[in-house]
Every structure is written in structure tokens, then in C-alpha cells.
């Protein structure tokens, strides 16, 4: 048994490595860097699409007792070039919820707030999807 532990703590601690990074679009607390950046709970953003003005994701979580809470903010400042990319991230409140259910939801979120009025266009940079997205708009 005493040789059994070693393994076992490392197979327990590889695991939860592997659950605090967002490749392929899995979110975290640890995706903090610094500490700076608000926390989140983890989540996996499975697809991502611009309608009108509306950014429509499709997330998906763990829990299944309490209501869960998506904001999206911004990631930081616009980039100078053209388009403009901005950095996004979508941020997961839990509410503590413990629950082991795999749930999907389809979130929608106000995107006029990042236009930038000098350009018809900006590209999104969305943490936790590794492609850009274009929202085209008009005044």
C-alpha cells in the first residue's frame, strides 16, 4: 500500500494540472495571471459567433443546482492595428455550485460597448477560443 501512494498522488495532482489550464477552450481560476485579472470559474467555450450585435456563445459547465452567472469584459486594451482586435474574456460565477451534471447554455452578449467609432470592424480575441472573431457593424 505505502508504494501505491506515491502513484497515486502523482496520478491526483496531474489531474487537477490538466483541469487548471483553458486549451481547447476550457476556463479557470488559474487563468489569472498575476492574480490580476478577475477569477472564474471553469467552463469550456464550445463554439462562438457574432449575430447583429450580440455575441452568441456556447459554453458548457459542471453544476446543476444553482444558477450560473456569464459576464463578458474586456482582456485588456484594443490593439493599434487595422482592424483592431480586442481582447476579450468571459467570466463564469458558479455561485458554488457542486453539482457533477455536464451542462450546455447559450449565452448572448452586448458587444456595442467594444466598438471602436473610427473603424466599421474589430476582431474579437476571445480567451479560451483560439480564433479570432469579426464583428462588423454600422453607426
Same mark, same amino acid.
Given at each position: =500500500? =505505502? /508504494?501505491? &501512494?506515491? !502513484? ?10 490538466? &483541469? ?6 476550457? =476556463? ?9 485579472? $478577475? ?21 458548457? +459547465? *459542471?453544476? *446543476? ?30 455561485? *458554488?455550485?457542486? *453539482? ?16 471602436? $467609432?473610427?473603424? $466599421?470592424? !474589430? /476582431? ?10 469579426? +464583428?462588423? +457593424?454600422?453607426?
Amino acid at each position: =500500500m =505505502m /508504494r501505491r &501512494c506515491p !502513484i497515486l498522488l502523482l496520478l491526483v495532482t496531474a489531474l487537477m494540472a490538466g &483541469c487548471s489550464t483553458h486549451k481547447g477552450g476550457a =476556463m479557470s481560476t488559474a487563468d489569472t495571471p498575476g492574480g490580476s485579472a $478577475p477569477a472564474s470559474d471553469p467552463f469550456t467555450v464550445v463554439s462562438l459567433e457574432v449575430v447583429a450585435d450580440s455575441l452568441i456563445a456556447e459554453l458548457r +459547465y *459542471g453544476g *446543476g443546482f444553482k444558477d450560473h452567472d456569464f459576464t463578458l469584459t474586456s482582456g485588456g486594451a484594443a490593439t493599434k492595428s487595422l482592424p483592431r482586435q480586442q481582447p476579450l474574456r468571459i467570466l463564469h460565477d458558479a455561485h *458554488g455550485d457542486m *453539482g457533477r451534471a455536464l451542462i450546455t447554455t447559450r449565452q448572448a452578449f452586448d458587444l456595442q460597448p467594444f466598438r471602436d $467609432p473610427s473603424q $466599421p470592424a !474589430i /476582431r474579437l480575441s476571445i480567451d479560451g477560443w483560439d480564433t479570432l472573431v469579426d +464583428y462588423r +457593424y454600422q453607426d
